[in-house]
């Protein structure tokens, strides 16, 4: 299982949200690239950055921060205000390896889907958030500020037939509260779509949690808070993730 250590991007600044509430942030450094530097030296390969102004409302603000952290040599998989094929564009070139895309990828798969062929599907990571509302898992858009009525399945049955490779899942009860990932849903999605690469996100709190995503079948796993806490080192969670 691969270890995504995240970095999300408030006016060049690192920071966690709680339940992805934007009047609940808890700020972390104010040097991003530091930041990568440091979980580089930790033994990370792949870093997740999120540029949450982006996310909210469409305006991809910290270009240039993701450029100074892609080339330290980390892999980046980053998203954040993806609203058309040039904004992938932008992405790559600064130097980013996977792009993610949230809300569009809910919204408008017919949208999303020629792109899956265009870019390659290896380089794309569709970013599902969801809330569990009504007795379904329903999808959130916009910066988690936007509950949909179509269920997580109605969204994931839209990719039928395309060469979905990556795929992330945020439980947006869990995200940043150390509560525990939702490992119920991960085995879920691990065994219903077992073709896609699944990665866990929201509510990592120990090793043990790493432990039970990967057991649960998650590709990968997405920490920010538990890592800057002090709950684990990258170094600790990559030696655990390889003993099995």
């Known amino acids: 299982m691969i270890l995504y250590p995240a970095i999300d991007l408030l006016e060049d600044r690192v920071v ?39 996310a909210r409302d469409g305006a991809r603000r910290q270009t240039s921060v993701i450029r100074d952290i892609a080339a330290t040599g980390l892999k980046v998989q980053s998203g954040g205000g993806v609203r058309g094929s040039e904004d992938i564009e932008a992405f790559f070139e600064a130097g980013v390896s996977r792009v993610v895309i ?22 794309l990571t569709l970013a599902f958030d969801v809330q569990y509302v009504g007795g379904a898992y329903r999808p959130a858009i916009k910066g988690w500020t936007d509950v949909l009525t179509v269920t997580l399945d109605d969204v994931i049955k839209a990719y039928d037939g395309a060469d979905l490779q990556h795929a992330l899942v945020t439980d947006i009860g869990r ?32 090793l043990s949690d790493l432990e039970a995503a990967r057991d649960a079948g998650a590709a990968g796993a997405i920490t920010g808070r538990a890592i800057y806490e002090g709950r684990f080192s990258v170094e600790e969670a990559l030696s655990c993730l390889r003993a099995v």
């Open 102 to 123: 949230g809300s569009l990828a809910i919204s408008a798969p017919e949208q999303v889907l020629p792109w899956l062929d265009r870019f390659g599907s290896d380089r």
């Open 16 to 54: 966690r949200l709680m339940h992805g509430k934007f009047d609940a942030v808890t700020e972390y450094a104010t040097d991003p690239v530091e930041v990568a530097k440091q979980l580089k030296a930790e033994g990370a390969e792949w870093i997740h950055v999120v540029d949450l102004a982006g």
């Open 175 to 206: 995200d940043g509260d150390l509560s525990g990932p939702n490992i119920e849903l991960y085995q879920y999605l691990a065994r219903t779509y077992p073709n896609v690469s699944w990665q866990a996100s929201g509510g990592v709190s120990s």
